[in-house]
């Protein structure tokens, strides 16, 4: 089982490295999740990477990687970033995929749990 602990150990210990990618991205929103929400959009960036290398470790193909990662985006907002990451990595690593897929059907779900 993961840990939010190791988790953000990784981030840590590659921090020089995600902190360059993530501010010099060139993608509009990214860019403005640095401006307004700049300790978000590190915890966002930092855990979807950290994701992202997990689940390629583990054996997902670039689609699964992409729908596991947009689900952790919408699962992450006004959530625990850290929490989604190693969420689903455990359930990856467990059953080969997860259950929750990035989309709109999340984003509705996820709008109920926030504003009721």
């Not at 953000?8 to 929400?37: C, F, P, Y």
């Not at 779900?109 to 009721?116: D, L, N, T, V």
Request: one cysteine or more; glycine letters at 10%.
């Amino acid at each position: 089982m993961y840990t939010i602990e190791e988790a953000q150990e990784w981030a840590n210990k590659n921090n020089q490295e995600l902190d360059s990618k993530r501010l010099g991205h060139t993608d509009k929103m990214v860019q403005m999740m640095n401006r307004i929400m700049p300790e978000k959009s590190k915890s966002l960036w930092d855990s979807g990477c950290w994701l992202g290398t997990i689940l390629q470790d583990l054996g997902a193909n670039d689609e699964q990687i992409g729908d596991i990662q947009m689900a952790h985006g919408q699962r992450s907002f006004g959530g625990d970033s850290w929490k989604a990451a190693v969420d689903y990595a455990n359930e990856f690593a467990e059953c080969g995929d997860t259950e929750e897929k990035g989309g709109a059907e999340l984003a509705e779900k996820r709008h109920k749990e926030i504003f009721g």
